[in-house]
């Protein structure tokens, strides 16, 4: 388990709270239960320093899914040492490393000629294997593992049809049908990008493609996008001045930084999202760009704490596209644009014209 498990920021929440472990959880027992059936035995190890009690055979090799976080990569380190042999899986992303057009250290720093490329000159590798479309189809249902993942996948593409008109319900924030919702599965490693690459195609056989259909992979590269530039740039992702070193100075207000949190801030937009997430461990795309250029512009809090709450509570919680995501809303990553400031008013006039989504979690 992540050394992060148990332990608390010094702003004085838990690193990873329990909305995420309880995720964490039911996706490892899941695949403990998938891997039981074909004879193998699952460990999990709560505390690296007792890798050693495992009593790992000579003749063991280790076959791993490989991680590019920093935090990530230390323990990978720590891991190795143990093995004679290992063998790393780099399936992450929906683009091969290998099968990118530019070498990773040229990995352009702006998303529009990345995916250009990519989409130009690039190819996606199949997955390994595929799971198999159940007969049973669920709506969004907050629970880990490979099932639930596929169960919302059938329902969201097969079933509803909802991906034949994404692109124009992606920006909602009420309800679990504008947007796939398949970023908790994703980040845990229940489903792989290339799996949904796989499906929209079927889809797109099925029932047609069309710009909306387009979209999600168009998405799924914003994902690849901060994956790359998180294994191109390493440790900057996480630092105060980003991958672009802007020194910005911020107001070191703890108070201020727990009513953002505690969704108590006056602004209504923002507090209804800040509940969800506390609530729910998730929130939109349109919510997280609001909330995030709040914490940021308006009350002028340092960045990384928001960071740092968000990797806390979200139950999709992804080094690369949280740190990456947030950096770019602070100016110090890879947006083009200097500064990404959201109006919070007109955007809740624009996204929530009627208040409902206001009222569901304000109350
Ligand atoms: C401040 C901030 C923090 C974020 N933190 C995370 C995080 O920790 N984990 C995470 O998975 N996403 C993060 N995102 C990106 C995005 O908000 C979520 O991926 C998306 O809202 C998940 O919902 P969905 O699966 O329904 O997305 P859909 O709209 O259905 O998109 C499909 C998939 O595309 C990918 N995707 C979509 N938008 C983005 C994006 N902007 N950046 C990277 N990938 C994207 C996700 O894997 C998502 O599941 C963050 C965005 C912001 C602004």
């Known amino acids: 388990m992540d050394e992060k498990y148990d332990q608390i920021h010094p702003l004085g929440f838990p690193l990873i709270d329990d909305k995420r472990k309880s995720f964490l959880d039911e996706s490892i027992q899941e695949l403990k239960n998938n891997l039981l059936r074909l004879g193998i035995k699952l460990t999990v190890i709560k505390d690296i320093n007792n890798i050693h009690d495992l009593e790992i055979l000579d003749d063991e090799i280790l076959t791993y899914q490989k991680l590019h976080g920093t935090e990530e990569l230390k323990l990978e380190l720590t891991i190795l040492t143990e093995f004679k042999e290992h063998i790393s899986f780099d399936n992450f992303t929906l683009t091969d490393a290998s099968d990118l057009p530019f070498q990773l250290e040229k990995t352009p720093e702006v ?114 996008f901060f994956q790359f530039q998180l294994r191109k740039h390493g440790s900057l992702f996480f630092k105060k001045s980003g991958i672009n070193g802007k020194a910005i100075t911020y107001r070191n207000n703890k108070n201020l930084f727990w ?68 950096m770019y809303i602070a100016g110090v990553g890879n947006d083009p644009r200097p500064f990404r400031k959201f109006n919070t008013q007109s955007q809740a006039e624009r996204y929530d014209p009627l208040e409902s989504y206001r009222k569901k979690w304000l109350k």
Do not use: C
């Open 111 to 224: 998303f529009t000629s990345f995916r250009k490329k990519i989409e130009k000159y690039g190819s996606f590798q199949k997955p390994i294997t595929l799971p198999e479309i159940p007969l049973e189809s669920k709506p969004y249902h907050t629970r880990g593992g490979e099932k639930s993942a596929i169960n919302r996948l059938k329902y969201y593409f097969y079933e509803k049809q909802f991906l034949s008109k994404y692109k124009e319900t992606r920006n909602g924030m009420l309800g679990t049908d504008f947007s796939s919702r398949f970023s908790p599965w994703l980040a845990n490693g229940n489903i792989s990008a290339r799996t949904i690459y796989y499906f929209i195609k079927d889809y797109e056989k099925q029932f047609g493609s069309n710009s909306s259909t387009y979209w999600l992979i168009f998405e799924l590269l914003w994902r690849d």
């Open 259 to 326: 009513t953002w949190a505690n969704g108590g801030t006056g602004d209504d937009l923002v507090d209804a999202n800040m509940t969800e997430l506390k609530i729910t461990g998730w929130m939109s795309n349109r919510g997280r760009q609001n909330v995030a250029s709040y914490l940021i512009h308006d009350l002028n809090i340092n960045w990384r704490w928001g960071a740092a709450w968000m990797e806390s509570q979200l139950i999709d919680y992804d080094p690369a596209s949280n740190w990456g995501n947030w």
